[in-house]
């Protein structure tokens, strides 16, 4: 399954009467809570038609898998926040209206991504996304199309960004399906995280 089309499946599995539609297109996927506006399990973000150009922040041409799931997709945070799938919108709104929520912009963490990592290994790989559970674990794609979890030690390799996804996607269903994040389970969603 296509990435844009697994994450779509995992946020109607969840859906219910919290769901809204913004008139820009943003989809937010069940309320958590009533004390933060913001707070939702799921954020799927509508393809930006004035992003940056991927080979401009990444040095290659988006790879294929990647470059369909950009062609859906401006980004999107799920889990309640612990994925995160970086966007190409550049712009940044501190406002708390549900029409002026925004991806993390994906240039952004590849200078944290690229200081962290300056090994010749760790430069072939540009960072899309991250699952911050306890600690981070960079969602990584090269030029070859080939796609890869990492942390601090550990590396787990995947053929392909909608293989790569369809793995995180499935351990954050088992581990918190479609409640809230519960801080006390970060540990173990980052150690199944890293099992194939």
């Known amino acids: ?9 995992a946020a109607h599995e969840c859906a219910d009467n919290t769901n809204i539609l913004t008139d820009n297109g943003i989809l ?9 506006k913001l707070r939702y399990l799921h954020k799927i973000f509508p393809k ?18 990647y470059d369909e799931f950009l062609s859906e997709c ?3 945070i799920l889990f309640d926040s612990v994925m995160h ?3 190409l919108d550049k712009s940044l709104s501190r406002s708390v209206d549900l029409d002026d929520q925004r991806p993390v912009y994906i240039g952004t963490p590849q ?14 790989w540009r960072p899309v ?5 306890n600690n981070q674990i960079w969602m990584t794609i090269n030029s070859t199309g080939e796609s890869a979890l990492m942390d601090s030690s550990r590396l787990l390799r995947f053929s392909s960004f909608d293989h790569m996804i369809d793995h995180i996607i499935s351990v954050l269903i088992s ?8 801080e006390e389970r970060g540990t173990e969603i980052e150690e199944t995280m890293f099992m194939a």
């Open 111 to 124: 200078i944290e991504f690229s200081s962290e990592r300056p090994d010749e290994f760790m430069r072939e």
């Open 85 to 87: 799938l970086f966007g």
């Open 48 to 65: 930006n038609t004035n992003n940056d150009n991927f080979i401009t922040v990444a040095g290659f041409e988006a790879p294929r898998g």
């Open 74 to 76: 401006g980004g999107c």
């Open 129 to 133: 996304g991250v699952i911050v559970a």
């Open 28 to 36: 937010f996927v069940k309320k958590i809570g009533s004390e933060q």
């Open 1 to 9: 399954m296509r990435a844009y089309e697994r994450i779509i499946s």
């Open 175 to 182: 581990k918190i399906g479609c409640g809230p994040f519960r």
